[in-house]
């Protein structure tokens, strides 16, 4: 006779387990997940979740495979188990940027220096609305146009050093290197606002220290992936010996910190000194210390963030509100001159491609008044004069060429983070044409595809400038809504308005007196490799200036 058997425990649990793991690993993702309404930019993400799009950024593709989602599935994508990509104006950066969704964590994983937050990396709203305003008003245009400072730092910085540089490269007939100087340029205006031009750096002249600090600021980068996708696999494999890391680079943090430590430094001693004369006082720098330390007096916790992260750097608990302060420094010197010298480099390529195009900007130029003239009569800096800031912004083709690098060539294209508000409203949050998208998940826009939108700019791959001047007015303001090369909203880039100031002034200068062409070969690997920040595939752009007629 045969004897009915009651199932062990074991076999119960086992069963238990194999259900729950169907409902989880199938049955959710499939068929209940909020986001299964939302088109997967590849058929493992269901299932798979962030493994697909890990592996791409892992690969440095991310631009591109987001922006062939959006082709193939529209305005909304979903790139991970819990991540979206937005393509789209309305419903879009408006509602994730223009309502102030908070940062991800991402930021601060990869940015953070002295083992805390800079402003731009702050997770936030609050905090970081603190910290802005300290500085809001030195980086206002209005400032900056009418800037005694900014005015004696631009007549030192081109008189003395890149005016007598370019014309030597130019009578030589000298290939050089337009990429590398551009970085110089640009991280000298940068130094210089910041701390004030004696304290600032000297990379136009001294090639040795450019070289050795943005080796060590450009070598970290192919490693940022771990700190802000993967943020704990690098302290696991410290512990267990593993350097994921090549030693050299993994130092670079704390050589540029120390670097920048000792700028901070010798613009304190200038803060003490009397009677500065323009050009000589650390603007941005005191500016920041000041406003930082009086918000603190009141309040303590003014301008920090609440989130407990793994940063990539180690902080030294000793004076926290210092290392905000150099973290804050570090950060501004560091996207400011790289996002600057990204732009100008593709703006010398273009017009060297643009023969024409560079003779009718030149054109242009010289009607400015005064003329930006070189080599100049005048033997003293002071005597060297430069046009108005808003007469050099007020022309519309220079405007127009700037536009257009700026969104064929965005110096940052990349994704930018934010959180979805939790508790989502009833219904859930609306993103593109999509209801019910619920709090906590990971929102991202791009310039890379907001910019390659062939509706608003069409043939987007090709540079043409005409674009921003021949149109009609509604069709202007279209692309200006879409035009997203610093953000939008509260926290777009402070800087801004003095990048392109910046920028205006230097190609008014150097294109004003020379022309800048370049020879067989020289543009091999202009190609941008896919990044947060990008740059030559080469790293280099190869031009011949010559004297202009």
């Known amino acids: 006779m045969d004897v009915y058997k009651v199932p062990t425990l074991t076999t119960l649990t086992l069963s238990a387990v194999v259900l729950v793991a169907i409902y989880k690993l199938i049955l959710y993702p499939l068929f209940l997940h909020p986001l299964k309404h939302i088109p997967s930019a590849h058929w493992s993400i269901p299932l798979f979740g962030d493994l697909w799009i890990l592996y791409q950024r892992w690969q440095c593709r991310n631009n591109a495979i987001t922006y062939a989602a959006h082709l193939k599935h529209g305005e909304v994508v979903r790139l991970g188990y819990n991540e979206l990509s937005v393509n789209c104006v309305d419903n879009g950066i408006k509602t994730i940027y223009g309502q102030g969704w908070e940062k991800h964590p991402w930021y601060p994983q990869q940015f953070a220096s002295y083992g805390v937050s800079s402003m731009f990396v702050t997770l936030g709203h ?21 800037s005694d400072q900014v005015a004696a730092n631009s007549r030192a910085l081109l008189a003395e050093r890149v005016l007598p ?10 290939v050089i290197d337009v990429h590398d100087l551009d970085n110089a340029m640009a991280m ?82 200038t803060m003490n000194q009397a009677a500065l004369t323009p050009g000589q006082e650390p603007i941005v720098y005191k500016q920041f210390k000041q406003g930082l330390h009086s918000i603190r007096n009141k309040n303590p916790h003014a301008g920090k963030a609440y989130d407990e992260l793994i940063l990539p750097t180690v902080s030294d608990t000793t004076n926290p509100t210092q290392l905000e302060v150099y973290s804050e420094m570090l950060d501004q010197l560091g996207a400011g001159h790289e996002t600057s010298a990204m732009a100008l480099t593709y703006l010398w390529y273009e017009m ?34 430069l046009p108005s800031p808003k007469d050099i912004d007020a022309l519309p083709l220079l405007n127009a060429v700037v536009l257009e690098v700026l969104r064929l ?36 826009s791009m310039p890379y595809t907001l910019h390659r939108n062939g509706a608003v700019f069409p043939d987007p791959e090709t540079f043409n400038p005409r674009r921003w001047l021949d149109s009609s007015p509604e069709k202007l303001k279209e692309m200006h809504r879409w035009f997203w090369a610093f953000g939008s909203g509260g926290r777009m880039c402070i800087g801004s308005h003095l990048a392109l100031q910046e920028i205006k002034l230097i190609v008014c200068t150097i294109l004003g007196n020379w022309e800048v062409s370049v020879p067989d070969g020289g543009d091999a690997g202009i190609e941008k490799i896919d990044a947060y920040t990008v740059r030559p595939v080469s790293n280099q752009l190869l031009v011949v200036f010559k004297a202009a007629k």
């Not at 540089?165 to 000298?174: H, K, L, N, R, V």
């Not at 050795?212 to 700190?227: A, D, K, N, T, V």
């Not at 409203?425 to 929102?443: D, E, Q």
């Open 352 to 385: 060297s491609n643009n023969p024409y195009l560079q003779t009718l900007l030149r054109k242009e130029i010289r009607t400015l008044s005064p003329r930006i003239v070189w080599p100049t009569t005048n033997d003293t800096t002071n005597a060297f004069d």
């Open 409 to 444: 060539h965005t110096p940052i294209p990349g994704i930018e983070p934010r959180v979805s508000p939790f508790p989502a409203p009833p219904g859930g949050h609306t993103l593109g044409s999509y209801t019910g998208i619920p709090g906590n998940v990971r929102v991202s």
């Open 165 to 174: 540089a370019i014309q030597s490269f130019a009578d030589a007939g000298q």
């Open 126 to 146: 609050g905090p970081h609305s603190q910290k802005k305003r300290t500085l809001a008003n030195v980086y206002s245009k209005s400032y900056l146009q009418s």
């Open 188 to 269: 000298d205006f940068m130094s210089a606002y910041q701390f004030g031009i004696g304290n600032g750096t000297n990379f136009v002249q001294n090639t040795a220290e450019r070289r050795h600090i943005l080796h060590h600021y450009h070598g970290r980068r192919p490693y940022e992936f771990y700190s802000s996708e993967l943020p704990w696999i690098k302290p696991l494999c410290r512990a267990v010996g593993i350097h994921l890391i090549p030693r050299q680079f993994d130092a670079s943090n704390d050589i540029l910190e120390e670097w920048l430590r000792r700028m901070c430094n010798n613009a304190d001693r």
